[in-house]
């Protein structure tokens, strides 16, 4: 992990929340990844990212940093946190400080796999909702395969498989004449070309630390299975 520094906030705020970024993984490598997804290679190649809850306290020491080749963010413990994703070139930590209300995350381009596990106190939960807008007229609201999880845990950490939060089932009005013409479904959210903004409202409550793995697929994941 590179190191991190921040702009403006003293030395004993940064060790601290570099701190809390170390004891993540270590945590993270306490935890096995289960094939929930048969097939799964969980030893393959994947992205790590880690969003840390951040006590009220210490939510001002959160610096803004810049290093996109980080793999962490940061949202309060006990408050909602609008994370913005969008797809670039590579996997990218755009906005790390969570802690104002709006972060920002780039998924390499591709398909992936999604799991997400919730670590740290026992007892906390997250509830993650997708969201999505256009640049065209939609004619009913998006249905996301997964409408939202709640990833907590009371003793042994469990990952869930995610990915249907990434797809989406919606039809738009391409030509404008108030009538839907174009429908996709059960689509990777990225691959609709009108797709204007996609986030997660990122509800914790109390959730120190909620993993996320990216592991590519060759083809849109099929769910149900």
């Known amino acids: 992990m590179p190191p991190y520094r921040g702009e403006g906030s003293d030395d004993m705020n940064t060790k601290y929340l570099v701190g809390i970024a170390a004891l993540a993984c270590l945590l993270l490598a306490s935890v096995p990844v289960q094939a929930l997804s048969p097939g799964q290679d969980f030893n393959g190649p994947h992205y790590n990212l880690n969003i840390i809850g951040v006590p009220k306290d210490k939510v001002a020491d959160v610096p803004a940093w810049t290093n996109e080749n980080r793999h962490t963010m940061f949202v309060p413990l006990e408050k909602k946190t609008n994370i913005f ?46 969201n999505s807008t256009y640049s065209v007229t939609t004619t009913e609201e998006t249905v996301f395969y997964l409408g939202s999880v709640e990833l907590g845990h009371s003793r042994k950490p469990s990952w869930e498989r995610v990915t249907g939060l990434f797809l ?42 909620t993993q996320v793995r990216f592991y590519p697929a060759e083809t849109i994941p099929e769910m149900g299975s």
């Open 85 to 130: 994703m969008t797809q670039g070139e590579d996997f990218a930590v755009l906005d790390a400080n969570g802690c104002d209300g709006t972060a920002r995350f780039q998924l390499a381009q591709g398909l992936y796999e999604v799991y997400a596990v919730a670590l740290g106190k026992p007892n906390g939960k997250v509830i993650i909702t997708p």
């Open 168 to 209: 989406a089932t919606v039809t738009l009005d391409t030509d404008g004449d108030g009538v839907g013409d174009t429908t996709y479904n059960n689509q990777w959210i990225f691959n609709i070309p009108d797709l204007l903004d996609y986030w997660w409202d990122y509800d914790n409550h109390g959730c120190k630390l």
